[in-house]
């Protein structure tokens, strides 16, 4: 009769959730133990970089990603990158080992002291099996419901379950699939049509769901076909439409006055996947300009109903897009893309826009960019000219640690598409044991560390709070090229643009990193 494990094993493999991103402790090598040759196991030497690379791979992949964790103290470190996994609802399969059942209550060593509620609220549905025979079932379980909430699952499974064998019965889950349908009916998208068709001035608003669910093309067709002015929704964890298209109009301020203020005179404010919204900064204000109308559609139910005004459809936005371009007449115009702005500079070390100008004139076209740094935005945005779908990947909480794994994450889901990690010399510290697994699977991607030897956002936040006195925002000395090469990874000093530029021009078949000086900046 087969284990559990057997089952455990055959039922991923048919999900195609054989790459597993883990750092195991003494109850998870039950499970690993026997895996099929079709599996990968990916090793990252910190929780938070598992699951950091796990939720890359996600989004590169667009597919569900087992993720096995240490109990209690190592997915207690998972939880900084989990609260982004949660915001760019990548669908995380997180199991834990744990336990025998006779020693959780007595809270023996490695014990996770009620499992089930050590990842919540940030997981969705969380279980522990309370025998090995259901073990399949609620593998089965946090996988199915992972892709259907698009959100984390966490599975906690004593270890000595995995070896105890089961009646064929059990197999049956092996056939289980679960599919969901999100069209919209009928009488929600004629009125929708009707709204956008006789709107007066109407707006997209385009969030990061549309991405990453492959919607970006779709997008634009919407865009043009219109004519209508673009603005991506705030804090985007990905590019929804192209920066430099001639419709795009910018990331909206994460406010709620400046959102508002850049809305105004739009009649109809149409958001397609997204939030409403992922502000930051408290700037309070009206939530909507005078005489604006705002639908929201998304399939995220939760966000549907948390907004704090307008209307909300929860339906698949693919489908919606498809029904406007197919109901409302073209307005097409021709649209040039915006020419580049030169790039700013600086006196003691290279401004950040010369940095991202050297990447967009040497990388190709089609880099999928992994950013974390967070004071150089509004260069970012000035200078980059990002026209293809998955090429732009942010921390959606804002939690760092992301930029380093996310980037080795990425690259593995896409080894298609050349990988850049665009990290502060700040975020770089919280995830940076990813060197070792970028070096150790010779992943192909560059990072580039831009470094200003200061915590520039919170420095930019001191000042607007009127505490510009705060300790603890500089970082100073720090040398990545010692840190990467002790990881495994070359590397590269930088402090002259041509050198940086002539750096950049080269390749490599395999991880490599560029420390660049630059000038803070504000975001
Ligand atoms: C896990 C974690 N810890 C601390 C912070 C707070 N924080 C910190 C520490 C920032 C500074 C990042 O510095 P950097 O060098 O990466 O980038 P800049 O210098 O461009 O700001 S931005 C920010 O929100 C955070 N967001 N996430
Ligand atoms: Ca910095």
Request: aromatic residues 8%; charged residues 20%.
């Amino acid at each position: 009769m087969p284990t559990v494990r057997q089952l455990a094993h055959e039922f991923l493999e048919r999900r195609g959730l054989t790459t597993i991103f883990g750092n195991p402790g003494s109850n998870e090598l039950p499970f690993l133990a026997d895996l099929p040759d079709s599996f990968r196991y990916v090793l990252g030497l910190h929780e938070g970089v598992v699951v950091g690379m796990a939720d890359g791979y996600a989004q590169a992949t667009g597919r569900p990603v087992l993720v096995n964790l240490h109990a209690a103290a190592g997915s207690g470190n998972a939880m900084g990158a989990l609260t982004n996994a949660v915001y760019s609802r990548s669908p995380l399969v997180i199991t834990a080992g744990q336990q025998v059942r006779p020693a959780i209550g007595l809270e023996a060593m490695l014990a996770n002291v009620e499992a089930t509620q050590l990842m919540r609220p940030l997981a969705g549905w969380s279980g522990e099996p309370s025998c090995a025979a259901d073990v399949p079932r609620s593998l089965a379980q946090a996988v199915f419901e992972a892709e259907l909430q698009r959100r984390p699952t966490y599975l906690s499974v004593p270890y000595d379950d995995w070896a105890v064998e089961l009646d064929t019965n059990a197999a049956v889950t092996l056939a289980r699939t679960v599919r969901r349908g999100l069209s919209p009916d009928e009488a929600h998208l004629r009125e929708l049509a009707e709204q956008v068709g006789t709107a007066r001035n109407p707006v997209l608003v385009l969030g990061g769901d549309i991405d990453a669910t492959g919607l970006f093309d779709r997008a634009v067709a919407l865009a043009e076909h219109l004519d209508l002015p673009v603005w991506v929704a705030p804090s985007p964890h990905r590019l929804p439409f192209p920066n430099r298209h001639g419709l795009f109009r910018g990331v909206l301020p994460a406010g709620i006055a400046p959102v508002s203020g850049r809305l105004a005179g739009h009649d109809l404010i149409l958001v397609l996947g997204a939030p409403v919204f992922r502000y930051h900064q408290h700037v309070p204000g009206p939530y909507l300009p005078e005489g604006s109308r705002l639908v929201q559609v998304t399939d995220d139910p939760g966000a549907a109903a948390r907004a704090p005004m307008g209307e909300a459809l929860v339906a698949d936005p693919g489908a919606v897009i498809e029904a406007l371009l197919a109901r409302l007449p073209s307005r097409r115009q021709a649209r040039d893309f915006v020419p580049n702005p030169p790039a700013e500079t600086a006196e003691a070390a290279l401004h950040p826009e010369q940095v991202f100008a050297a990447l967009r004139d040497t990388q190709p076209a089609d880099t999928s960019y992994v950013v974390e740094s967070t004071s150089t935005n509004s260069a970012w945005w000035r200078q980059m000219d990002l026209r293809h779908d998955s090429s732009y990947f942010f921390p959606a909480s804002g939690g760092l640690g992301f930029g380093l794994p996310a980037a080795v994450g990425v690259a593995m889901g896409r080894p298609d598409r050349p990988v850049a990690g665009v990290i502060g010399d700040g975020s770089a510290n919280y995830g940076i044991t990813a060197l070792w697994t970028a070096a150790n699977y010779a992943v192909p991607v560059t990072f580039v560390i831009l470094r200003n030897g200061t915590y520039g956002a919170l420095r930019w936040f001191a000042g607007l709070l009127g505490t510009p006195d705060v300790p603890g925002t500089d970082i100073p000395g720090l040398d990545f090229t010692r840190i990467a090469e002790g990881y495994g990874v070359p590397a590269t000093a930088v402090t002259e643009l041509d050198e940086l530029r002539s750096v950049l021009k080269t390749t490599t078949d395999g991880p490599r990193l560029i420390q660049v000086d630059t000038q803070l900046t504000t975001p």
